[in-house]
């Protein structure tokens, strides 16, 4: 076996983890590495999106090579999720965003798409009460949230970010400090102190403003989306 045969043979039989870290091996393999990986992408197209595929989908998409590009455009241009929703709402602007490693952008939407789930009202107000969110479809929230997950390598979205907060006994304080909205006493600057990539604290984003308390996070960590698996 070369060492590509070895580095896919190790690739199949590991976790979603361990993937994560192999597709920047195999990838380093070269043009025999990429069709690899091609060919993995697209024969998991009926799948699950994981993070492993959508890191996959993400490296084909900026590489140098047109044939990858050509490949993405030609054949998945919109991205390994299907973005459902009750509500009709679209996503596909934030999975472009998100595709595209534009974490910050993807953030602001993420909020407008916040109150576009919770109606005129909240449209106009610019945030959330309490009582709106868990009213949500669970359909629309676990989008976004696969959305974050699936074009992170797994670290960013509201279920990640929820596992953190039952870890840590459900205290806000340290779940604030855990995902670096807080340091010691002082919260950190919106916009300009928080990270907009992936070298940022796991969960670190999406942001949710704590200016108005923690019940509109709480609500969102209470709602039915993480407890139940279909829409
Ligand atoms: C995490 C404690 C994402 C005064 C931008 C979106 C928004 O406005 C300015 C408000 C205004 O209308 C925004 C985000 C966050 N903040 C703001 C995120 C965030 C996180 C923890 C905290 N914030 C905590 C916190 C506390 C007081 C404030 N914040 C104040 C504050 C003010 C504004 C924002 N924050 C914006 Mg923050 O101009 O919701």
Redesign the pocket.
């Known amino acids: 076996m070369n060492e590509l045969e070895t580095l896919i043979e190790k690739f199949n039989q590991a976790s979603n983890k361990n993937k994560l870290k192999l597709v920047d091996d195999i990838i380093e393999k070269g043009e025999e590495g990429f069709q690899f990986l091609r060919e993995f992408l697209f024969s998991s197209q009926q799948d699950v999106p994981t993070p492993v595929l959508g890191k996959i989908y993400q490296l084909l998409k900026h590489s140098n090579n047109q044939d990858y590009q050509n490949f993405i455009n030609d054949k998945i241009p919109q991205g390994i999720v299907k973005p459902e929703s009750s509500l009709n709402i679209d996503y596909s602007e934030l999975q472009q965003l998100l595709i595209d490693k534009e974490y910050q952008k993807a953030?602001v939407l993420t909020?407008v798409k916040l109150c576009e789930i919770a109606g005129e009202k909240a449209q106009q107000r610019?945030?959330l009460y309490f009582t709106e969110i868990s009213k949500f479809p669970i359909s629309d929230l676990h989008t976004i949230d696969l959305l974050w997950n699936v074009y992170s390598e797994g670290k960013f979205g509201y279920s990640v970010q929820r596992k953190i907060w039952l870890s840590q006994g459900k205290d806000f304080i340290e779940l604030?400090t855990k995902?670096k909205?807080?340091n010691g006493n002082r919260?950190?600057k919106?916009?300009q102190e928080?990270i907009w990539d992936l070298s940022a604290p796991l969960g670190h984003l999406p942001?949710?403003?704590?200016?108005r308390g923690v019940r509109e996070i709480d609500a969102l960590f209470a709602h039915p989306a993480w407890t139940t698996e279909n829409a």
């Open positions: 953030d909020r610019k945030w604030w995902l909205w807080k919260w950190t919106y916009p928080f942001l949710s403003n704590q200016l």
